[in-house]
């Protein structure tokens, strides 16, 4: 069964430090794994997409490592901001037909000042 | 340039009444999905379009559950003889694929808030 798991639920964590999500899946096949930021009242947005070949990709303080062995991603963030609080979720492709998309419940992120 | 746009942002409905829920994608995209989002809760996935047809509508919780789109551009959810377990956020996304690449993103709406009474 097509499955994506992230860890953990939630997360209380202080402005200025660093943080990793994970996220892990039993898709198959793979197609890509993209992370999204949701925050309160709004729709998800995109941060960053991880294809099969790919290992670590960054986007400013947001960098995303995919191992497609274990099938596990993580989600780390550096030097937290009070408006990184939000939730974040990983989405799991299906390669074939029209690609499936397979959501993790999201692991809830506050960052107090 | 214009995101995706639903409406209403809030509704209330009493228990048994019918509601539409509409969603404007973003021009020219081909892929339009409907979620549904529970307080607290992670996306639940309902229905799919390519263009005008749903290829898959097996997120669908019950048959008061429809939605249809048409012109390739808006589509309307409809849950009819509303239930107080349908209220949630109804959100709605939308995404261009070409050529059989699918590493498109999702853009999302700001979502609908369902309250039934």
């Known amino acids: 069964k097509n499955q994506v798991e992230q860890s953990p639920q939630s997360l209380i964590i202080l402005e200025g430090k660093n943080c990793t999500l994970q996220?892990?899946?039993?898709?198959?096949?793979?197609?890509?794994l993209r992370w999204y930021k949701q925050d309160t009242g709004r729709g998800p947005v995109s941060l960053t997409i991880m294809t099969f070949s790919e290992n670590t990709k960054s986007n400013g303080r947001y960098t995303a490592t995919l191992d497609a062995d274990t099938k596990q991603s993580s989600l780390h963030i550096t030097a937290s901001q009070l408006s990184d609080s939000a939730s974040y979720i990983c989405?799991?492709?299906?390669?074939?037909?029209?690609?499936?998309?397979?959501f993790g419940a999201g692991t809830r992120l506050a960052v107090h000042p | 340039g214009a995101g995706v746009s639903q409406s209403p942002s809030n509704k209330v409905t009493e228990k048994g009444k019918d509601v539409e829920l509409r969603c404007d994608p973003i021009s020219g995209h081909t892929a339009l999905y409907w979620y549904r989002q529970r307080l607290g809760q992670g996306l639940e996935f309902l229905i799919y379009f390519q263009g005008n047809s749903a290829p898959d509508k097996s997120g669908l919780p019950s048959d008061r559950f429809s939605a249809e789109r048409t012109g390739e551009s808006v589509s309307t959810l409809t849950i009819q003889r509303t239930q107080q377990e349908d209220s949630a956020v109804y959100l709605c996304a939308s995404r261009f694929i070409r050529a059989s690449s699918y590493n498109s993103p999702l853009h999302f709406g700001n979502g609908t808030r369902l309250t039934v009474t």
């Open positions: 989405v799991v492709s299906v390669s074939g037909g029209y690609n499936k998309l397979i």
């Open positions: 996220c892990n899946y039993t898709v198959s096949p793979f197609s890509n």
